[in-house]
């Protein structure tokens, strides 16, 4: 696992060219298992959400099409300071803020201040998990609900070897192109490789403190959607 500064340094080179390598490697898919995440999440009008990690914002958005407000927050300055202008251009700049540069193991905020928290393809990238989870905790009121959306195991046979040919050959290739970083597309399939699978990430979110902690599989689990809920006090 790569120190903080190491992965703020790789999302700030490859800042620009993110949305664009996301929707190219993933062929559009990308949106999708968003749309899922929104929609899993809970997300509705008049519920306060924090999307941890948003980077530039993609996540941050699908929860506001769902009326959510949200708080957009990164430890990347590089990769957040892209999401205003994308949430004006595509109208919800309404609903979503993109707010201080936020570690997600020391968040700035009060206690028990969101509805929702959500974190997308960033709980890999952070050091210390268990630290993040109750941070997690301190800041969703009780029976707020945690989701995470994050690349896991495939469980379809015959698709482990297509995504492990894909993950491995292509992808670093086309993804070191397009961003001129080829190590940041190296570490993003080692990194996938060494995070839990999905039973083993249910099983930290419970020793955490979650309750009705549960997954369900995307396009046969090469990512996974993990909820938990806040227990009641
Ligand atoms: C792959 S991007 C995901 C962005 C967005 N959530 C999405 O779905 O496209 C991962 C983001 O996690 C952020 N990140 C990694 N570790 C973090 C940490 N400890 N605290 C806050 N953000 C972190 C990175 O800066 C990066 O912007």
Redesign the pocket.
């Known amino acids: 696992m790569p120190e ?1 500064k190491q ?2 340094a790789m ?1 700030t080179g490859i800042a620009g060219r ?1 949305d664009l390598l ?1 929707h190219v490697l993933s062929g559009g898919i ?1 949106f999708y298992w ?1 749309w899922r995440m929104a929609r899993r999440s809970g997300a509705a009008p008049g519920q306060r959400f924090l ?9 941050s958005l699908a929860l506001a099409r769902r009326g959510a407000e949200v708080l957009s ?4 300055h590089a ?2 300071r892209l999401g205003p202008a994308k949430f004006r251009r595509k109208g919800f700049a309404d609903l979503i803020w993109a707010s201080s540069d ?4 020391a968040l700035p905020f009060k206690d028990a201040t969101f509805d929702g928290l959500t ?4 709980i890999r ?3 210390d998990r268990a630290r ?1 989870y109750g941070e997690f905790l301190r800041v969703l009121r009780p029976e707020g609900r945690l989701t995470i ?1 994050e690349f896991s195991t495939p469980v379809l046979p015959g698709l482990r070897q297509v995504y492990d040919w894909y993950s491995l050959k292509v992808l670093p290739r086309i993804g070191g192109w397009i961003s001129g970083d080829p190590g940041a597309y190296t570490y993003l399939p080692e990194s996938i490789r060494g995070f839990p699978d999905q039973a083993r990430l249910a099983g930290e979110l419970e020793a955490a403190g979650f309750a009705s902690v549960a997954w369900t599989n995307l396009t046969g689990g090469i990512v996974a959607l993990h909820t938990g809920v806040k227990p009641a006090e």
């Open positions: 903080g992965v703020q999302f993110y996301n990308d968003w999307d941890v990690a948003a980077g530039t914002g993609d996540s927050t990164d430890f990347t990769m957040l936020a570690d997600a193991q974190i997308c393809y960033g990238n952070v050091e993040a959306l």
